[in-house]
Structures are given as structure tokens and as C-alpha cells.
């Protein structure tokens, strides 16, 4: 046994050197912000671009050479022909899905996308029967309590649900003994069956799907845990974590219980991905420069009038995954702050500016208030935010096109202003301006 002394000076010895750090890229609302133009930025140069948690509920879209690509379940660096894209075991795979996801991306031209992508072998299966339980739950919940959650249907919760109670079933089982995997699928769906009686399942075609699925997915498969511990200790590498969702939209500290079924902070990337906190090096939030919400749940700026229905049609602001319009309001700085304190940004993207260009004048939320006086924190509670007043600073509109800007000093004075004023306020500094939905549009400041 070591002795006091021998603990304290094993203590100042310096620590072994911790490898890679990767970069992590984090939504900092309610989603939608447009991470996947980021994460797009960032992956040109990337050797590896993984995703860490969520399923085919998220949606990224990214437009390179004129070509719009829709992501899902593909991490957006499947686009770089020179980088490998990874699906870590927090993620939940709808296996139909990934494919059809691929297989349409590579009819636009996203030649060799099974070549470059890995999947973890702890990674949970979403089939397509939590994605009809899904759909029960909802129909469920609105004749109960009068409103559901707005999920996007995708079987997203009812797979997680499935992992916490210890009865899902993983790659590794899909791809290991399918007599084993087969009854335990069975037993599965008769457990589902006994909640939801209406359920019907074609066990036998199911299994035959799934023994097809897992020969196309069996080249692709690794012991992620371990192919990651190579990566953050091997060479120098550039790794790049791409979360789905965003802060509010957390399992523990988005808008419960309007949120997803993950961890979208910076902690899914360690669980996700079994990455050491002492790896994670940047931490980038990306923030709308207004503020949208699918679905239902609190939204404190939210505008339900003209500003509304503009930043909405503007904005082209429809869901890449469910094609609901999105509700849209100021940009929330108290939501951005406290996304900040969870996820410690270095660094954050404000995307779209430009659809800001035509209005006269710009409201930012800076505070909330509850029965008059201001709130230091972020309710937990949905019917206390759904109560509070918010507090807002007004700019004057710089009614100026800034979608052909593409440095700080082509934007202007007022849009500067606008954009520093967001900056001292979350004391994050501003590292990316998007001002449009390609490649160029994105203004990098440092």
C-alpha cells in the first residue's frame, strides 16, 4: 500500500499525456440552428466525424457545389471522401432508415459513403415497431392529457426507453448469435404487445430483414471503445463530434418533458462515444440569430404575429426531419447563457443573420421575470417559464442584404453592433457569422 506521502507526491507528478482533444459542435437552443453547416466547415479537414447520440430524429442539411444533402443518422463528414465518419453507441439505429438515408445521398452523388463509415458495436436498434409505439404513445398522451409531446415519430424514445429498462438489443446482438437475437426480439415485441394490444408485428418478415441488414452492416461494424482510444492516442488526428439536437432539448436539461431522449450536451460526447473528459478540447455552440422551436413546450420570445410568421418564411423554417413549420421569436439570450453553463462553449457560430436583414428593428431577450422581478437561473419547471415576462434590449434594423458578405467588414455597422452586443452578453466570443446556406456564406472571425 502506498503511504500519505507517496499519494501526495503521485499527485504532483504530471499526468501522462492525454492524447488527441476533439472538438465538439453542439446545438445552443431548441435545435435547428444549422450545426450541420458547422459541423460541414470543420469536417473539410477532419480525419474523424462521429456522432455521439439520437437517432434518425435529427435532421442536418448541407449544400456543397449546389447539391443539398439531408443527414439523419450519417454523420455530416460522410461527405469528405478523406475523413471516416463514425456512429457511436449513444446513438440509436433505425437500420431501414440508415440505408435508405445512404442510398439516396449517394444518387446525389455521395459515392463510397459505406467505405468511410464505422458503427459501434454498443450502439442500441431502434426497430420499426418502437417507431409505431412512438406514434401510439402520441396518440395516447393527446387523449389523456389533452396534448402530446411532439415527437418526431421516429421510435426515438421508446428504443432509449428500451436501453434504460435493459431489454434493447444492440449491433453486437444483431450481429453475433441471430437464433439468440431472434428470440430475444420476440420477447421484445410480446412485452410491447402487452402494453399496446393493438400492436401488430410480422415477427418472421422482421427477422428476415434484420438478417439482411446485419450482412450489409457487418463490414462496417467495430469495437468503438477501443477504435476510439486508438484514435485519441495514436498520431495526430483531427476529431470532430457532431451532437444532434441541443441543450434545451436534453434529456436532463432541456424543457422536460418536451425535450429528446438523449444527453445533446457536452457530457453525450464522453457517454456516447466513450471519450474521457480530459479529450474534449473545443466546445462550439451554434446559435440562430433568432430563435426557433418544433413542436410543443414553453418559448418565452416566441412571436405569434407578423415578425413570426416572417422569420418563419424567410427563414424557410420547416423541419428537414418532419416537414412541421417551426415556430419562431427573438433570439433568447437567457436559453444561450444557459446553454453555456452546461456545455462550457469556447466558442460560438451565429448562424442566419441575413434573415434579419429586412426588418426595421431587432429585439434580443436578455432577462426573465417572474411577478415583476428578474430571475437568475433557467426554470425547470414548464409552468413557470411558460409565466414568465421577458426582459428585451431593441436594435435598429440595418435593412441592408448581407448575404453576399463574407468578412466582418462587409457586414454592417448595425449588424456589428448587433453581433457584439450578443457576444459581451454571453461572454462567449463569436467565432463564425452564417449569412447564407452554402459553404462561403459562413464569415469566420478568428
Given at each position: 500500500r502506498l503511504c500519505k506521502n507517496c499519494y501526495l507526491g503521485a499527485s504532483k507528478r504530471p499526468r501522462n499525456d492525454a492524447g488527441n482533444?476533439?472538438?465538439?459542435?453542439?446545438?445552443?437552443?431548441?435545435?435547428?440552428?444549422?450545426?450541420?453547416?458547422?459541423?460541414?466547415?470543420?469536417?473539410?479537414?477532419?480525419?474523424?466525424?462521429?456522432?455521439?447520440?439520437?437517432?434518425?430524429?435529427?435532421?442536418?442539411?448541407?449544400?456543397?457545389?449546389?447539391?443539398?444533402?439531408?443527414?439523419?443518422?450519417?454523420?455530416?463528414?460522410?461527405?469528405?471522401?478523406?475523413?471516416?465518419?463514425?456512429?457511436?453507441?449513444?446513438?440509436?439505429?433505425?437500420?431501414?432508415?440508415?440505408?435508405?438515408?445512404?442510398?439516396?445521398?449517394?444518387?446525389?452523388?455521395?459515392?463510397?459513403?459505406?467505405?468511410?463509415?464505422?458503427?459501434?458495436?454498443?450502439?442500441?436498434?431502434?426497430?420499426?415497431?418502437?417507431?409505431?409505439?412512438?406514434?401510439?404513445?402520441?396518440?395516447?398522451?393527446q387523449a389523456q392529457e389533452g396534448k402530446n409531446i411532439g415527437t418526431t415519430k421516429k421510435g426515438i424514445g421508446p428504443a432509449y426507453s428500451s436501453k434504460a429498462s435493459r431489454t434493447g438489443l444492440r449491433v453486437c446482438d444483431l450481429l453475433g448469435d441471430f437464433k439468440d437475437f431472434s428470440t430475444r426480439f420476440k420477447n421484445l415485441v410480446q412485452q410491447y404487445q402487452s402494453m399496446y394490444p393493438s400492436l401488430t408485428v410480422d415477427v418472421e418478415d422482421q427477422l428476415k430483414k434484420l438478417k439482411e441488414f446485419a450482412e450489409r452492416l457487418r463490414p462496417m461494424v467495430r469495437d468503438g471503445v477501443y477504435y476510439m482510444y486508438e484514435a485519441l492516442h495514436g498520431p495526430p488526428k483531427k476529431i470532430l463530434v457532431e451532437g444532434a439536437n441541443a441543450a434545451l432539448l436534453d434529456i436532463d436539461f432541456g424543457t422536460y418533458p418536451f425535450v429528446t431522449s438523449s444527453n445533446c450536451t457536452v457530457g453525450g460526447a464522453c457517454t456516447g462515444l466513450g471519450i474521457p473528459p480530459m479529450n474534449i478540447g473545443d466546445v462550439f455552440g451554434v446559435a440562430k440569430a433568432y430563435t426557433t422551436r418544433v413542436g410543443i413546450g414553453a418559448f418565452p420570445t416566441e412571436q405569434l404575429n407578423a415578425i413570426g410568421e416572417l422569420l418563419q418564411t424567410r427563414g424557410h423554417e420547416v423541419g428537414v426531419t418532419t416537414g412541421r413549420k417551426r415556430r419562431c421569436g427573438w433570439l433568447d439570450l437567457v436559453i444561450v447563457r444557459y446553454a453555456h453553463m452546461i456545455n462550457g462553449f469556447t466558442a460560438i457560430a451565429l448562424t442566419k443573420l441575413d434573415i434579419l436583414d429586412v426588418l426595421d428593428e431587432i429585439k434580443v431577450g436578455v432577462a426573465y421575470k417572474l411577478n415583476g422581478k428578474r430571475i437568475p437561473h433557467f426554470p425547470a419547471n414548464m409552468d413557470v417559464l411558460q409565466k414568465v415576462e421577458v426582459e428585451y434590449e431593441t436594435f435598429p434594423g440595418w435593412k441592408t442584404d448581407t448575404s453576399a458578405a463574407r468578412k466582418w467588414n462587409d457586414l454592417p455597422v448595425k449588424a456589428q453592433n448587433y453581433i457584439r452586443f450578443i457576444e459581451n452578453h454571453i461572454g462567449v466570443p463569436i467565432k463564425w457569422v452564417g449569412v447564407g446556406k452554402s459553404r462561403e456564406c459562413m464569415i469566420q472571425m478568428f
Amino acid at each position: 500500500r502506498l503511504c500519505k506521502n507517496c499519494y501526495l507526491g503521485a499527485s504532483k507528478r504530471p499526468r501522462n499525456d492525454a492524447g488527441n482533444k476533439v472538438t465538439v459542435v453542439l446545438g445552443a437552443q431548441w435545435g435547428d440552428e444549422g450545426k450541420g453547416k458547422v459541423v460541414d466547415l470543420l469536417a473539410t479537414e477532419a480525419d474523424i466525424v462521429c456522432r455521439c447520440q439520437g437517432g434518425n430524429n435529427a435532421g442536418h442539411t448541407v449544400v456543397v457545389d449546389g447539391k443539398e444533402y439531408d443527414f439523419h443518422l450519417l454523420p455530416s463528414g460522410i461527405i469528405n471522401p478523406k475523413s471516416i465518419s463514425l456512429i457511436g453507441n449513444g446513438v440509436v439505429i433505425h437500420l431501414p432508415g440508415l440505408f435508405e438515408e445512404g442510398d439516396k445521398n449517394d444518387k446525389k452523388g455521395l459515392k463510397g459513403w459505406e467505405k468511410r463509415l464505422i458503427v459501434s458495436d454498443r450502439a442500441h436498434l431502434v426497430f420499426d415497431f418502437h417507431q409505431v409505439v412512438d406514434g401510439l404513445q402520441e396518440t395516447e398522451r393527446q387523449a389523456q392529457e389533452g396534448k402530446n409531446i411532439g415527437t418526431t415519430k421516429k421510435g426515438i424514445g421508446p428504443a432509449y426507453s428500451s436501453k434504460a429498462s435493459r431489454t434493447g438489443l444492440r449491433v453486437c446482438d444483431l450481429l453475433g448469435d441471430f437464433k439468440d437475437f431472434s428470440t430475444r426480439f420476440k420477447n421484445l415485441v410480446q412485452q410491447y404487445q402487452s402494453m399496446y394490444p393493438s400492436l401488430t408485428v410480422d415477427v418472421e418478415d422482421q427477422l428476415k430483414k434484420l438478417k439482411e441488414f446485419a450482412e450489409r452492416l457487418r463490414p462496417m461494424v467495430r469495437d468503438g471503445v477501443y477504435y476510439m482510444y486508438e484514435a485519441l492516442h495514436g498520431p495526430p488526428k483531427k476529431i470532430l463530434v457532431e451532437g444532434a439536437n441541443a441543450a434545451l432539448l436534453d434529456i436532463d436539461f432541456g424543457t422536460y418533458p418536451f425535450v429528446t431522449s438523449s444527453n445533446c450536451t457536452v457530457g453525450g460526447a464522453c457517454t456516447g462515444l466513450g471519450i474521457p473528459p480530459m479529450n474534449i478540447g473545443d466546445v462550439f455552440g451554434v446559435a440562430k440569430a433568432y430563435t426557433t422551436r418544433v413542436g410543443i413546450g414553453a418559448f418565452p420570445t416566441e412571436q405569434l404575429n407578423a415578425i413570426g410568421e416572417l422569420l418563419q418564411t424567410r427563414g424557410h423554417e420547416v423541419g428537414v426531419t418532419t416537414g412541421r413549420k417551426r415556430r419562431c421569436g427573438w433570439l433568447d439570450l437567457v436559453i444561450v447563457r444557459y446553454a453555456h453553463m452546461i456545455n462550457g462553449f469556447t466558442a460560438i457560430a451565429l448562424t442566419k443573420l441575413d434573415i434579419l436583414d429586412v426588418l426595421d428593428e431587432i429585439k434580443v431577450g436578455v432577462a426573465y421575470k417572474l411577478n415583476g422581478k428578474r430571475i437568475p437561473h433557467f426554470p425547470a419547471n414548464m409552468d413557470v417559464l411558460q409565466k414568465v415576462e421577458v426582459e428585451y434590449e431593441t436594435f435598429p434594423g440595418w435593412k441592408t442584404d448581407t448575404s453576399a458578405a463574407r468578412k466582418w467588414n462587409d457586414l454592417p455597422v448595425k449588424a456589428q453592433n448587433y453581433i457584439r452586443f450578443i457576444e459581451n452578453h454571453i461572454g462567449v466570443p463569436i467565432k463564425w457569422v452564417g449569412v447564407g446556406k452554402s459553404r462561403e456564406c459562413m464569415i469566420q472571425m478568428f
